[in-house]
């Protein structure tokens, strides 16, 4: 993290929530006004925001301002985690929020990993600033669309552009499960499948560096 800083912040949600956030800035120049705000795994199953700060001092390696912060009832923050995701929306639009608001950014690209993906996805419509959504590994499969099937009419419908990035060998979403689901997408839809990859290796380190790549990628094409 040679060629970034990283502040800690609280910041509320609008039920009192108090989520512990890191902002990760470049020491050199800023190439773009759009922050990233980072959404991380599943709470319940240990989620949290460590998992993403690969990604983010990549992004602010880069020149981008990345945000990770853990939702409720992970890491610092207070609060109790949902088993749907639906109650952690309200973390990503108060995150969002902040951001507007303290760190002078009228563009937001949304970044989801695993469980959240489809919670970001839920929150991109109630955030005007979000131009952009990057699901890491999105749980469209049978079984975890029990605890999250209710989020992915949101995701799909959200005319804003979109890039689904996933393993080919993902245990929770077949490549087919995934195209057949984005068949019936809104908007513009990217893929970017990561040949032999799993779900869960996919958010390890090594794959840190290529999500960095894809999500700056995406970035660019957004201008």
Same mark, same amino acid.
């Not at 990345?66 to 923050?77: L, Q, V």
């Given at each position: 993290m040679s060629n970034c800083t990283v502040e800690s912040s609280k910041v509320e949600t609008s039920d009192g929530v108090k989520l512990h956030t890191r902002l990760f800035k470049p020491k050199e120049e800023l190439k773009d006004n759009l922050v990233v705000v980072l959404v991380h795994p599943y709470s319940i199953l240990g989620g949290c925001q460590g998992l993403l700060k690969g990604i983010a001092a !990549?992004?602010?390696?880069?020149?981008?301002?990345?945000?990770?912060?853990?939702?409720? !009832?992970?890491?610092?923050?207070? !609060?109790?985690?949902?088993?749907? !995701?639906?109650a952690e929306i309200k973390d990503v639009i108060a995150i969002c929020n902040w951001v507007c608001q303290n760190l002078s950014s009228d563009r937001i690209l949304l970044v989801g990993s695993s469980a959240g993906a489809p919670i970001a996805g839920s929150a991109v419509d109630q955030i005007e600033q979000v131009v952009g959504y990057v699901s890491l590994g999105y749980p469209f499969g049978m079984i975890a669309s029990i605890l999250f099937g209710r989020h992915h009419k949101n995701i799909l419908q959200f005319p804003k552009p979109k890039l689904f990035v996933m393993g080919t060998r993902d245990g929770f979403t077949s490549v087919k499960q995934l195209n057949n689901k984005l068949s019936s997408a809104a908007g513009r839809v990217e893929t970017h499948l990561i040949e032999g990859a799993g779900h869960f290796q996919m958010e390890g380190p090594d794959y840190d560096a290529q999500m960095v790549n894809l999500i700056i990628e995406f970035i660019a094409s957004l201008q």
């Open positions: !990549g992004l602010a390696d880069k020149g981008y301002r990345a945000i990770t912060f853990d939702m409720r !009832g992970a890491g610092k923050s207070s !609060g109790r985690a949902s088993i749907t !995701g639906f």
